[in-house]
């Protein structure tokens, strides 16, 4: 760490026990004291590592003086104390380093050059992926499975720790990155050479926000900025907007976390908070355990925000504590975070002021869900039916010849009073299961909408299967599966059910994936496996797994059951991800739910269902039982947790985190500085970033005569781009790894691929769900390749190929929140990869922005209010931009001129918006990339 120049006098000491640390003191900067708790963190930031160069006295002055009504127009450089990352991104991000180490011997360095110079952390929580389902063995044949697929990958991972000082790695099957972040990881004040700071990090996951629970600034950035990070490189970024969300109330019984991020993901994403800080106040937020914190900082990403953060306070201070941090950390964070006014007092009336202001009243939250297809889709849970009925529509092919009803403004207009819904219309299947919980059909019933029922065989079952079957059900993600209260009700639900007799439905695919140990550990201890076991829902492993696409296959009966009869297939899950085509290709419609409710949905076995008037079955006098029958009371959740979950649990099982078992331990691990690169590894390939870089960067240049590879419409996500989901075959990245002798059941998935750029960049816009509009209706990773006569379909691909064989360049075109969703840096590589040189949308994610230009990519923006279909642009055009080039001289241009030219020579016009927004960005952009710009500084 450099030392600061301390202009301001600020660094001073302060006394702790008998412990004294060396501070940098905010109340010597006037106005820091009245900032948001966020803006605190990032002025101590700037005090700390002020040098003249990247941090002045006048960006230390412009957060003191911080304007909170201003748009953000002032850039700051932002010092993380730590990197975290998963192994998805990760493994991508040590195959960067590894080749930043052989540039620098190539050009004369020492390869310890080359190490991060601030705590790396790795968890490996993506690769676990759920084949194994429903029963004792799933566990150990997942995990089993997993070391054979990624034994190259976990080499690799063991080699760097030898090799890279400040590396660490989190073996597989320990739990998910961001709980183990926060259960153990996380520092919340550093103590440094006796130096103590806010503990700041960023991620290589988009979700690395739910850290804000613990009061810890930080947010997902993209593998090419961690990497940077890592390396020393501040991030660049304007001092935000910040929108205070005060919270009051106390939640209802019967109200879950998850109904209240849920809510909380639909009020922030209306309001429109992209590219800014939440921050949470208010009496209301002493209300919420950390645990629920926890779970609305996560989702920060689904409501758009950078960060979402809570303040340090009493329950901070509880949680650490419950989490074994010893008594001299918890000393040092409370006493650090209220000598600098960082403290929440919910008894101070002291309000900062913020940007823009939002409320809720906790007592107003409902039961809810959120889908099919995007988090920000909240449905109030009696609501549910209706809505699903409604969104079958879009999800179902003309061969359903079932007409569509009239809507009135309560739902699908239907003839079918409740009752007869819960005992079954006569001529359709019952929705009433038996005794055992199993009923013959997936539909509780098909009058009022789309029904097309197939009967198949599955474990000796006959069955019925039809629009709307829950094909999926899983516990899994970090978002919930953090949080006793919601996993804990889980298991009491489900015991609650086993004791009437209930069971999932047959062709439901259940598990159980929590985010870490200790939830295996206060199950076992408040004995709720069995409950859970009954109700189908073993574990199958640590890790991110139906969340991020690792659902596994359904099996072969149910998934042929449904391909034939072309189903629109269900999964409901407790994690934060729902886009389209991510969590399985057999499954067209995705819920994000509670874990109570996920096992409330593999009992009814549909999502053609009112909890409110339908019965989840009979008991074992006939009884009907609804699901207010079963679902457990605050109290009865709040006891179980008091008597189960103790300090032990995270001591215990985090006393050994980074040895791993025996798998783990007994790897064999190449050794050197440099890593010796296997030219037949399908898995792990040197990056082609640096070939033939020169010691000064050429010019940027204007572009001329591109094409256009992909005419997208709105909410294009990283997922769109470049999926982690299961690599399917004739595809070309299957056909790549066909050639190199690779079995289709070794495949694996393109998240798991990442360290190969071959497959990755062969898998760039190839999501099964892709929309292409360049093409009528065709769903997949396909283009129109120009370089032939009329323009035929092709794949992305071999088109693309094609084009850089002509060197002609390529731009692709977006609508609005292009780039959303996980931090996904080959979404950025693959695009460059590709040989696409701009990207044009109405607007852009954050960290989708950035990660362009950390490739060099240029982002551009269609002028407001206009898309690319309102200029008359049909994607056949060929494409000028002008303007580029006055990037060198020094200067950004706020647009640049776009001229799309048609086949019969007419011209469309306009000027983009140059999405370049600070200087430092420009500098990235004229290097070529990030990690250009970085290794030319290194070796200066």
């Known amino acids: 760490m450099t030392e600061s120049k301390n202009s301001f006098g600020a660094k001073g000491t302060l006394e702790v026990g008998d412990r004294t640390y060396d501070i940098f003191r905010l109340s010597a900067v006037p106005g820091m004291e009245k900032l948001p708790y966020s803006l605190k963190v990032l002025g101590e930031n700037l005090l700390r590592n002020e040098d003249g160069l990247n941090v002045s006295p006048e960006h230390i002055e412009a957060v003191a003086n911080w304007d909170p009504k201003a748009d953000p127009s002032i850039e700051i450089q932002f010092t993380p104390a730590r990197v975290i990352m998963q192994d998805f991104t990760g493994v991508a991000c040590v195959v960067d380093l590894a080749t930043i180490r052989d540039a620098v011997v190539s050009l004369g360095g020492d390869a310890d050059q080359v190490n991060p110079l601030n705590p790396a952390e790795m968890v490996i929580d993506h690769s676990v992926i759920i084949e194994a389902f429903g029963d004792s063995e799933a566990l150990e044949k997942n995990v089993e499975i997993e070391y054979e697929r990624n034994e190259e990958r976990y080499k690799f991972l063991r080699w760097g ?62 593998g090419i900025e961690a990497e940077a990070a890592m390396l020393g490189q501040p991030i660049s970024m304007l001092i935000p907007r910040v929108v205070g969300f005060k919270l009051h109330g106390e939640i209802r019984p019967g109200v879950t976390a998850t109904d209240v991020v849920l809510t909380v993901t639909d009020m922030l994403r209306q309001h429109g908070v992209v590219g800014k800080f939440v921050e949470f106040y208010g009496r209301g937020v002493s209300e919420l355990p950390l645990a629920n914190r926890a779970t609305i900082g996560n989702m920060s990403p689904e409501f758009g925000s950078t960060a979402a953060i809570f303040p340090i306070d009493r329950e901070t ?270 499954v067209k419609m995705n819920y994000l739910a509670s874990p109570i409710l996920v096992i409330a949905y593999a009992i009814a076995g549909t999502m053609d269902f009112d909890f409110e008037t339908q019965p989840l079955g009979q008991d074992q006098d006939g009884n ?192 609005k929140e292009y780039g959303t969703g996980s931090s996904r840096d080959w979404a950025a590589k693959g695009t460059l990869l590709l040989g696409v040189k701009a990207v044009i949308a109405e607007s852009f994610e954050r960290i989708h922005r950035s990660n362009l230009i950390g490739m060099g990519v240029i982002p551009l923006q269609f002028p407001e209010g206009e898309s690319w279909g309102s200029l008359g642009i049909e994607g056949t055009e060929t494409f000028d931009i002008a303007g580029i080039e006055e990037l060198n001289s020094g200067s950004t241009p706020s647009t640049v001129h776009v001229t799309a030219t048609k086949e019969n020579g007419e011209k469309i016009e306009f000027d983009a918006v140059t999405r370049i927004d600070t200087p430092g960005e420009a500098e990235y952009y004229r290097n070529g990339g990030i990690l250009q710009y970085v290794l030319r500084n290194m070796m200066k």
């Not at 550093?190 to 979700?207: N, R």
């Not at 019952?430 to 909408?449: C, V």
Request: proline letters at 6%; hydrophobic letters at 35%; a negative charge.
């Open 161 to 222: 720790t030898g090799a890279f000082s400040n590396f660490r790695v989190v073996p597989p099957g320990t739990g998910i990155v961001h709980q183990v972040n926060i259960e153990y990881l996380a520092r919340s004040v550093f103590d440094k050479d006796g130096l103590a700071y806010p503990d700041t990090c960023v991620g290589t996951d988009s979700h690395t926000t739910m850290e804000n629970g613990l009061g810890i600034l930080g947010w997902g950035v993209g």
């Open 317 to 586: 201070i509880k949680y650490l504590e419950l989490t074994g941090r010893d008594r001299e950390t918890l000393d040092r964070v409370e006493a650090y975070a209220k000598e600098q006014g960082m403290w929440l007092d919910p008894d101070d009336e002291t309000e900062a002021e913020y940007s823009e202001y939002l409320e809720l009243d906790l007592s107003t939250v409902v039961p809810s869900i959120a889908g099919p297809k995007r988090p920000q889709d909240r449905i109030e849970l009696v609501d549910a039916k209706a809505q699903f009925r409604k969104d079958l529509y879009n999800y179902i092919g003309d061969d359903n010849s079932t007409p569509e009803p009239t809507f009135d403004s309560e739902g699908p207009s239907t003839d079918v009073t409740s009752s007869q819904e819960a005992d079954g219309a006569e001529g359709t299947p019952s929705s009433a299961a038996d005794a055992k919980g199993r009923i013959p059909s997936a539909a509780a019933s098909a009058e009022g909408r789309p029904s097309n029922p197939t009967t198949v065989t599955y474990d000796g079952e006959e069955m019925v299967l039809d629009h709307g079957m829950v094909a999926i059900a899983s516990i899994t993600s970090c978002t919930n599966t953090s949080n006793p209260s919601v996993m804990v009700g889980a298991g009491l639900l489900a015991r609650k059910a086993a004791e009437k007799g209930l069971r999932s439905k047959p062709w439901v695919k259940t598990s159980m994936a929590p985010g870490s140990q200790v939830v295996t550990g206060y199950f076992e201890k408040a004995d709720l496996w069995k409950d859970l076991e009954a109700m189908g829902f073993y574990l199958v492993g640590y890790g991110c797994t139906t969340c991020i696409g690792n659902s596994g296959p359904l099996p072969q009966e149910v998934s042929e059951g449904i391909n034939e009869a072309d189903l629109a297939a269900t999964a409901v899950l407790s994690g934060n991800r729902n886009f389209e085509g991510r969590i399985n290709p057999d």
């Open 624 to 815: 009907d039982v609804f699901l207010r029958d079963i679902w457990p009371s605050t109290q009865e959740i709040e006891e179980v947790i008091a008597s189960s979950i103790t300090k032990e649990l995270y001591t215990d099982d985090y006393s050994n985190v980074f040895k791993g078992d025996e798998r783990w331990r007994n790897l064999e691990v190449p050794t050197g500085k440099t890593f010796d690169w296997d030219p037949k590894s399908t898995y792990i390939r040197k990056a082609p970033y640096f070939d033939g870089m020169k010691a000064e960067p050429d010019p940027v240049s204007d572009v001329s005569g591109a094409r256009v590879l992909a005419l997208l419409g709105d909410s294009v996500t990283t997922d769109h781009i470049s999926p982690a989901s299961t690599i399917k075959p004739g595809t070309p990245a299957a056909q790549y790894l066909d050639a190199n002798g690779v079995s289709r059941k070794d495949y694996n998935s393109l998240g798991a691929r990442r360290g190969n750029h071959e497959v990755m960049v062969r898998g760039t816009f190839a999501n099964i769900r892709l929309q292409n509009q360049l093409l009528d209706g065709v769903s997949g990773g396909y283009t129109r390749d120009f370089t032939q006569e009329g323009g035929p379909q092709a794949f992305i691909y071999d088109a693309a190929m094609n084009y850089a064989e002509q060197n002609t360049p390529l731009v692709v075109l977006g609508g």
